[in-house]
């Protein structure tokens, strides 16, 4: 159990990586299938998705290990933008900056500290 709060900014972050992971699982594999019947490549596109998912579920319980998962995805994504546009490399950066500071912030921090036991 957690001592200290969800701040506000960890909920909204939380509920849009479900959101877009539900979203994008469920496009990607929807497109996919009606292309080309279950090719494996797939695969590693819905593990990205579901990793989002997992990563919003786990930060909105307090995960530690959720968010830094969640900075991966989106650091990931800048990545994948380096071979893309520049546009979309600047949207990914701006998003990977704005991110991490609501992610490490002092409000965060305090939350997705483990309690400690209190003595008895």
């Known amino acids: 159990m957690h001592t200290s709060k969800r701040p506000l900014s960890i909920t909204i972050i939380g509920w849009i990586y479900i959101i877009m992971g539900v979203a994008g699982f469920v496009y990607h594999l929807a497109r996919q299938w009606t292309l080309h019947p279950f090719p494996y490549d797939i695969l590693w596109v819905e593990l990205i998705f579901l990793a989002a998912i997992l990563s919003g579920a786990f930060m909105l319980r307090g995960q530690n290990w959720a968010r830094w998962l969640a900075l991966a995805w989106i650091a990931f994504h800048v990545v994948l933008s380096v071979f893309h546009n520049l546009p979309e490399l600047t ?17 965060a921090n305090r939350y997705f500290r483990p309690a400690v036991p209190k003595a008895t």
Not at 93 to 105: K, P
């Open 91 to 107: 949207i990914h950066s701006l998003l990977c900056a704005i991110l991490a500071y609501f992610l490490f912030r002092a409000a």
